[in-house]
């Protein structure tokens, strides 16, 4: 490992003890040894298993379910279907107050993607388990189904998912996509010499894990359960459990940590629920684990991306403006998709100063298997497509993809889209480093350049941003209509006054009295502020805050809890309903 400290000297400091020495992993002897303790090596007496019938269909009606004769089977302990699901909605992220629960864990009227679950069979062994799920009869009215992102966004498309009946994640239950707006990109575009557009499709990736989802569930006897899970985020697979099956969270032992591959997809809590429910149901051990069919039906993928992206680039290789618009599949329920916007609209227009950038970022529901974590998800499609298209970029301007990413990339100082100020950048060492060791020629000009330069002046100003007649860009209620006003340059956004509330369920809250405004442009020639009242004398004592908006009157209490069950949040640390 070569360390670069003429590049970085000021960024780093040599006295570490883990990076760049060689230490050894605690899993490491278990795992060379074949000892590490994975879920499925837990023996429980007495231990049933749990198989789940599932839907053949893409999208259908249940019309009648007929357990009658799986009923009467050899071993069959119980059978589980939607009624006996305490809270038979979730969504992961609801556990911190983001998207409605919109997910059942068995299905009850209808099924929306390939391999939804909809019965689950407890008996004696696996085998009768299964001989049993073969028994169970399902009527079913096949609908229309979609599995094109733009296509589900368009009217009249089948409804998928019906707590979004449009087809796609309401943010903050009012917005339809995540929005990016910096500078005018129209304008951008009118000023430049090439114009390079192209679309970008990703294919879902199953994450393959050798070790598929399952877990084991066990009565205690002090009225706990124990579950011996391969959860990624067993503080959320404690929650989403608890959540589910109605009991207060330090009624649950979770034992985890030893996951037999997951890059992401064991983060859905797909299996412990259920187990948990069938302890509780029949009070012996439960063990539920998907084979490797169910594991690619069930177990979410990472999501298909489709990109758009336009560029205008002056003559002399400058990108003067991007466009973005992009679709997450997320298939028939939320997930983790909703994130995966925020993280690539967070992420765009990539390491590169462009100062005018316009992004709108969709999550669609299709019928598809329900997209999930992968390593990156959220960035590591839409920075394909960047790079791809950067190298587009730099031909139609006739110039080397190397040198055209040196010329537009992030300097120290420079403003992000985002309204933030870029620091500690590096892209341009790194490329350099990149070229020599592929032995890419660079211009000596090339060869000069540094993040620490050049950076700040003209490419440190916020452009004005055209905005509607009611000081908002693009609210959904005024999208059709063009800009009747440009936010001055240099403006920023408001802090907003409101605060988060942490408490159950996001339902039935009133809304903002206001959404956040733009503060007023302010030239230099404007009489100064009054001056601030004096310091108390006291040290300790901090200067009083600036004035703020009005504060808006209390909600009131809390809206009733969704499930009743006390839970632990690990993100707040505090007790919650």
Not at 381 to 394: N, W
Request: aromatic share 6%.
């Amino acid at each position: 490992m070569e360390f670069r400290k003429d590049l970085f000297q000021n960024e780093r400091d040599d006295n570490l003890n883990v990076v760049g020495k060689g230490v050894q992993r605690q899993d490491m002897p278990g795992h060379v040894t074949g000892r590490s303790p994975f879920f499925d090596d837990h023996a429980f007496e007495g231990l049933l298993h749990l198989k789940v019938v599932r839907s053949p269909h893409h999208h259908a009606r249940i019309r009648r379910i007929d357990i009658s004769a799986a009923e009467r089977a050899p071993g069959v302990k119980r059978i589980l279907r939607g009624a006996d699901v305490p809270v038979n909605k979730n969504t992961l992220l609801s556990l911190i107050n983001f998207g409605k629960d919109d997910e059942p864990s068995l299905a009850v009227d209808k099924v929306r993607y390939k391999g939804e679950p909809i019965v689950a069979i407890i008996a004696e062994s696996e085998a009768q388990a299964l001989a049993a799920r073969a028994l169970v009869r399902v009527e079913y009215e096949p609908l229309p189904a979609v599995f094109d992102v733009e296509e589900a966004l368009k009217p009249g498309a089948p409804v998928v998912n019906d707590t979004y009946p449009g087809n796609c994640f309401e943010y903050h239950e009012k917005y339809d996509h995540q929005k990016l707006r910096f500078g005018d990109v129209e304008r951008g575009f009118a000023m430049a010499d090439h114009i390079v557009e192209d679309r970008y499709q990703m294919s879902p990736i199953e994450h393959a894990p050798t070790e598929t989802n399952g877990s084991i569930a066990a009565p205690e006897q002090n009225d706990r359960f124990v579950v011996h899970s391969c959860a990624q985020g067993l503080f959320f697979s404690l929650g989403t459990a608890a959540k589910i099956v109605n009991l207060d969270s330090n009624r649950l032992h979770f034992i985890g940590g030893t996951v037999g591959g997951g890059f992401g997809g064991k983060v859905d809590s797909l299996t412990e629920p259920l187990a948990v429910l069938g302890a509780m149901m029949t009070g012996r051990p439960v063990r539920y684990v998907l084979d490797r069919e169910e594991e690619m039906l069930h177990g979410g993928p990472r999501g298909a991306e489709r990109i758009y992206i336009k560029d205008g680039i002056a003559r002399d290789g400058r990108i003067l403006a991007r466009h973005i618009r992009s679709y997450f599949d997320a298939g028939a329920y939320t997930r983790l998709s909703s994130y995966a916007a925020i993280k690539c609209t967070a992420h765009l227009p990539g390491p590169y100063t462009i100062p005018n950038v316009t992004s709108d970022i969709y999550v669609a529901y299709t019928n598809r298997c329900p997209s999930t974590a992968m390593r990156g998800f959220g960035i590591t499609a839409v920075d394909f497509a960047l790079e791809v298209h950067m190298d587009k970029g730099a031909e139609a301007c006739g110039l080397d993809p190397v040198e055209f990413r040196i010329l537009n990339a992030y300097r120290d100082g420079d403003m992000k889209a985002h309204r933030r100020v870029a620091k500690n950048t590096a892209l341009i060492e790194c490329v350099q480093v990149a070229a020599e060791k592929a032995r890419w020629p660079l211009s000596e000009e090339a060869q000069r350049q540094s993040s620490l330069t050049g950076g700040g002046g003209a490419r440190a100003e916020i452009p004005a941003t055209p905005i509607d007649e009611n000081g908002r860009i693009n609210r959904p209620e005024t999208r059709g209509g063009r800009p009747t006003q440009t936010l001055p340059a240099g403006t920023m956004r408001v802090p907003m006054t409101k605060q988060p509330i942490m408490e159950g369920s996001t339902e039935n809250r009133p809304s903002a009295p206001s959404v956040p405004q733009y503060e007023p442009y302010r030239p230099a020639t404007a009489a100064p502020p009054p001056p601030p009242p004096p310091v108390p004398a006291s040290r300790s004592a901090a200067p009083p805050p600036p004035a703020a908006p009005p504060v808006p009157p209390p909600a009131g209490p809390a809206p009733a809890s969704q499930h009743g069950a006390h839970r632990f949040s690990s993100v707040f640390g505090t007790r919650r309903r």
